[in-house]
């Protein structure tokens, strides 16, 4: 079957660095999507990793390992405003995404 | 350049009843795919619209339907509610749907619509 594990919640610190994993099986793979949810709020695109290695974006980076079906998203510099879920999601041979639950990540002052 | 827009926002229906929710996709994007997110959990794959044609579905009955239009707006319905259809109801719209990922399929969701079912 298709399955997308992540943590279901993290809490970290304001300045501080976490890193949120994700672990996935898909029947094929055409990439994978990290999506920020805010409570009550739509799915907003963070990143896409297709090829493995890491991908930086300002204070958001996202990593990828196809062998071992492997992704992390990793958050520096944290600020309050990063409070919210973070969905990994995996792209199967029909282009279809497969989500996962989603991290609820907490920000502590 | 407007956004996905979806309405209602809020509705609350009855066991058996019928809903049509409704999405207007993002300017220059030709392909809408509806979720489905409990409170709680990741969105679930509904179905996807591309050029009027449903071209994907996910695990849900044939009570879930949909449309899209030469607009490329689009409408979800579902007959015979039931109590666990209570969830938020998302469209989401894409560039292109060519099967070559270029980064360009990323989506754009709307606000969603809440549905609750009694």
């Known amino acids: 079957g298709q399955n997308i594990d992540q943590p279901t919640e993290m809490t970290a610190t304001e300045g501080a660095i976490v890193q949120i994993n994700c672990t996935y099986q898909?029947?094929?793979?055409?990439?994978l999507f990290w999506y920020q949810q805010h409570a009550g709020e739509a799915p907003t695109f963070l990143s896409y990793?297709?090829l493995d290695g890491l991908e930086e974006k300002g204070r958001f980076s996202s990593f990828l390992s196809r062998s071992k079906g492997y992704s992390y998203l990793l958050l520096k510099e944290l600020q309050m405003k990063d409070s919210a879920s973070y969905l990994c999601a995996s792209t199967d041979s029909n282009y279809q995404l497969i989500w996962g639950a989603g991290t609820k990540l907490i920000i502590k002052p | 350049e407007t956004g996905v827009t979806q309405s209602p926002t809020h509705l609350i229906k009855t066991r058996g009843q019928q809903v049509t929710l409704r999405c207007s996709s993002q300017?220059?994007?030709?392909?809408v795919s509806w979720y489905q997110q409990a409170l709680g959990q990741g969105p679930q794959f509904i179905f996807q619209?591309?050029?009027?044609?449903?071209?994907g579905r996910g695990n849900f009955p044939p009570r879930f339907s949909g449309l899209q239009f030469p607009n490329y707006s689009s409408e979800l319905n579902v007959n015979a509610l039931e109590l666990d259809d209570s969830a938020l109801y998302l469209c989401a719209s894409s560039a292109d749907l060519t099967g070559a990922f270029s980064g360009a399929n990323v989506l754009t969701f709307g606000a969603g619509s809440r549905l609750t079912v009694l």
């Open positions: 619209y591309y050029r009027e044609e449903e071209n």
């Open positions: 898909t029947s094929g793979f055409n990439g």
């Open positions: 990793n297709v």
């Open positions: 300017s220059g994007h030709n392909t």
